[in-house]
């Protein structure tokens, strides 16, 4: 298409293209390509899955209620949201309710996954395009101490000796050659502005996330037995209950595990309040002192959710983070979600390397078609198996283009808090903690923070605030400490439930296939830690006849549509100014906010080599 | 045939000081790529061990995997590994070479981040004393929803004869099972279970079972 104009962005691939394969710190295989203008500002952005997964396919003829046990083989670090996306769509199939005991089991096991993955993702996987490594051995442990306590004064472990330990253990282990997880780190570049100290810092809490995370993974242990993949089970969980039971090997859950259970909830609860939120409002604070608001994209005009955690199991008007989607920017109106509409979820193909019989038109994911077709556009470069650019007028990626009533979305924390803040402006009473705690941290990276620091104080609104790269890390930040806070609930109704006598935790009456229609089909969704996660079955004869997931990184790393729409990675990439193109840190800081996961979106093998991200400026 | 759902979570106990641990890593759903998971399904259904072993089903977990590693006193690694070797070659790397040789070549999504785990658990200062990997040079990644092929599965035996023989002198007691391995006690899932896995496939007409060209050209293709 050259030039032209679409949602706002003015695509130009005329400058110098900039290949980015692979994309480094994900779940998956990922390129990037964009062009730059002469003053290496971003004009043109182009993201592929390079991948395909077959995953739907190998599920076709086998039996529903083993689903769950193939789709948390899809990825390694989301196995249990799919699992729990497809009990649902198998109980929403055949029409069966679970027990209070299990709903509640499930929403803690799935708040437990939000928490883990989300300060997973920000310290493993994300800190390191704020976080220079290399300076934070520069940094004054005495200063560092000082910092800490300014930002976060109840944190008990902020003493000069303290992060002076850390940064020896960092300079020994980076002396001995073995950067290991810091490799391919563009250490030193210009696009990093934090002082060492905050580097210090945030390396510190690295490690401590990793102590952590290890305790909270647990929780899954208890509920779903085997780890690291937890079991899951159509009609339930696969746990019984015995409050008062002696806690050996294969009984059931007794007091003492629940009581480990409260224990965790409530270090997550402290984890975030005191290192997880404050960390990420002070590099946000930094960092939009320095003008970096970019890589809002999408976010600023579209967003969509299927709305997720009832108070009240069963009822969506109880939703804690209600769904639905926005156009346009208009946060006063939210327009309603079915994911059973044939009109609203659609996939297309035009731009993807799989084939329709009319590809013109958008599929429903109940009637999908799983079909590749690797073929390349006319203005490839490169040969087949080995591409120097991709020709995005034409199929140029293993990830479908979903689109919700023709519109590209957004999806992930930042478009469930977007959602979240909007629902609660308009009076709804059971999300008005996503309101308070945006208006919070407005609060903090406009003033408290900056007085404390010695910087500007600004005036940005939620509005301005939100839509950005920052806005998409602070969201997720905030959603794990909302997560905690919930869970706490949800613990103390699971506990109140079972003592007034309420042991079930599973609803077999329809295990048997005999008790089954003949033909059926249902959708399970799931608020996963990357955004909308749908999955879709036919069921027939008793066997699965199409399965169909639609994961959030197909939303946000969509390649184009029939209309020439371009997908939320891509569009957040548009405009933003890169430092040195040899060096692509915007752009990866900018597609890590995402935590894109191309594992689910896409499948798999990567070629021989060294995980080294190439970098070619044609 | 499912079987009636299980009832009972399984529970593990703590971490003892000297713990043992086996780790299967890989994809079951991708043939060959499926063999470390398969060794410690075959593994555990074989023999019983000591209180302090622990063996994992670690899939595609990568970091996730981290505090097992650094529970390990002592650490088994079961895996498909590219050496370039003939399809079914068994490789047996030791400790130090362990996550050299896992970053050499990567074949798939988890040993990038396996090689960042043990990296990891390095700068944490919780490292296993020993590291013994038992690798397997595997025929057919490109299969999506197959099993191990032949040659990988008769190499299996042999790595499971070379695990055992390891755990032997590590001191985690290996002996034949004789009590029945229960559903609550298996690391790994009966819903993905080999044979199960393997007769439930459906035919090849319903469900396409290629990959993408471009990371398997085809032999010869100079493209």
């Known amino acids: 298409m050259g030039a032209y104009e679409t949602q706002g962005y003015n695509m130009d691939n005329t400058g110098r293209r900039i290949v980015v394969d692979p994309v480094t710190r994900i779940e998956g295989h990922m390129r990037c390509e964009v062009n730059v203008d002469s003053d290496n500002v971003i004009r043109n952005a182009v993201s592929t899955g390079t991948m395909w997964r077959g995953l739907e396919v190998i599920l076709k003829g086998r039996d529903p209620r083993d689903a769950w046990a193939f789709v948390e083989r899809i990825c390694g670090v989301c196995t249990g949201c799919h699992a729990l996306t497809s009990v649902r769509a198998v109980e929403d199939a055949l029409g069966i309710t679970i027990p209070k005991n299990a709903y509640l089991i499930r929403e803690i096991m799935a708040k437990t996954l939000q928490e883990h993955d989300h300060a997973v993702h920000f310290y493993h996987l994300h800190a390191l395009d704020w976080v220079d490594v290399v300076s934070a051995l520069k940094a004054d442990p005495k200063k560092t101490s000082e910092l800490q306590q300014t930002v976060s004064p109840s944190h008990p472990m902020s003493s000069p000796g303290y992060f002076r330990d850390i940064q020896n253990r960092l300079k020994k282990f980076v002396e001995s050659g073995q950067l290991g997880p810091f490799m391919n780190g563009y250490w030193g570049n210009k696009a990093y502005v934090l002082p060492p100290e905050a580097n210090l810092m945030a390396v510190t809490h690295y490690l401590e996330a990793l102590d952590l995370q290890k305790e909270w993974v647990k929780v899954h242990t208890i509920f779903g037995g085997k780890n690291p993949h937890p079991n899951y089970l159509v009609g339930g969980v696969p746990c019984a209950i015995n409050i008062d039971g002696n806690g050996a090997a294969g009984a059931p859950i007794n007091m003492e595990r629940l009581n480990f259970v409260e224990a965790r909830i409530r270090e997550m609860i402290e984890f975030n309040n005191n290192v997880y939120i404050p960390d990420v409002l002070a590099i946000g604070t930094i960092y939009k002192q320095a003008g970096w608001l970019y890589g809002g994209g999408l976010s600023a005009t579209n967003v969509f959710d299927y709305g997720t955690y009832e108070k009240v199991m069963g009822d969506h008007s109880t939703q804690q983070l209600p769904g639905g989607a926005i156009l346009n920017g208009n946060w006063d109106e939210i327009l309603p979600v079915d994911p059973r509409d044939p009109e609203q979820v659609q996939e297309f193909v035009n731009h993807s390397w799989y084939k329709y019989a009319d590809e013109s038109k958008g599929l429903h994911p109940w009637d999908g078609v799983t079909e590749p077709n690797y073929v390349l556009g006319p203005n490839t470069k490169g040969t087949r198996t080995n591409i120097e650019a991709l020709d995005e007028d034409a199929k140029y990626s293993w990830i479908k283009s979903p689109r919700w009533r023709g519109h590209a979305m957004e999806v992930g924390p930042l478009s469930r808090y977007i959602l979240g803040y909007a629902h609660a402006l308009k009076g709804n009473k059971y999300c008005q903690r996503v309101k308070e705690q945006v208006e919070s941290s407005a609060r903090i990276i406009n003033s408290d923070f900056p007085k404390a620091l010695g910087m500007p104080e600004t005036s940005y609104s939620a509005k301005q605030l939100l839509p950005t790269t920052i806005g998409r890390t602070l969201a997720r930040a905030l959603e794990a400490q909302y997560c905690a806070e919930m869970m706490l609930d949800d613990y103390k109704e699971l506990i109140a439930n079972i003592k007034a006598g309420d042991t079930a935790t599973a609803n077999v009456e329809k295990w048997d296939p005999a008790t089954w229609p003949k033909e059926a089909k249902g959708v399970g969704t799931v608020a996963a830690p990357r955004g909308a996660l749908g999955h879709w079955i036919r069921i027939k004869d008793g066997r699965i006849e199409n399965y169909q997931c639609v994961v959030p990184t197909t939303w946000n790393g969509s390649p184009r549509d029939t209309k020439g729409q371009i997908g939320a990675f891509e569009a957040s990439l548009m405009n933003t100014p890169m430092a040195n193109p040899e060096e692509p840190v915007e752009i990866l800081r900018t597609l890590h906010s995402f935590d894109p996961c191309l594992a689910c979106s896409t499948h798999v093998m990567s070629e021989d080599g060294q995980e080294l991200t190439t970098v070619k400026v044609r | ?223």
């Not at chain 2, 050499?104 to 490292?127: C, D, P, R």
């Not at chain 2, 990644?141 to 191990?148: A, K, R, T, V």
């Not at chain 2, 080999?194 to 396409?208: D, G, I, K, V, W």
Request: net charge negative; charged share 20%.
């Open chain 2, 1 to 223: 045939m499912n079987t009636t759902p299980s009832a009972t979570a399984c529970h593990q106990g703590g971490d003892s000081i000297e713990t043992i641990v086996v780790l299967g890593i890989g994809n079951v759903l991708w043939a060959d790529e499926g063999f470390g998971v398969r060794c410690v399904e075959a593994l555990q259904q074989r023999y019983e061990f000591a209180p302090h072993v622990q063996l994992i089903d670690g899939g595609t977990q990568g970091l996730y995997l981290i505090q097992h590693v650094q529970a390990a006193s002592k650490l088994l690694i079961f895996d498909a590994i590219d050496y370039g070797l003939a399809p079914g070659t068994l490789k047996r790397v030791e400790n130090d070479d362990v996550p050299r040789f896992m970053g050499a070549k990567k074949m798939s999504l988890h040993q990038t981040g396996f090689q960042e785990v043990l990296m990891l658990a390095l700068l944490t200062e919780q490292y296993p004393s020993q590291v013994l990997l038992v690798g397997c040079q595997p025929e057919e990644l490109e299969d999506y929803g197959g099993s191990l092929r032949p040659v990988v599965r008769a190499a299996m035996e042999h790595a499971l004869a070379q695990g055992v023989d390891a755990l032997a002198r590590w001191g985690a007691a290996p002996v034949q099972r004789s009590r029945p391995l229960t559903d609550c006690e298996s690391v790994t899932f009966s819903e993905l279970d080999l044979a199960r896995y393997e007769s439930q496939r459906p035919p090849e007409e319903l469900a396409c079972r290629v990959g993408d060209e471009r990371f398997f050209p085809p032999a010869g293709d100079g493209a």
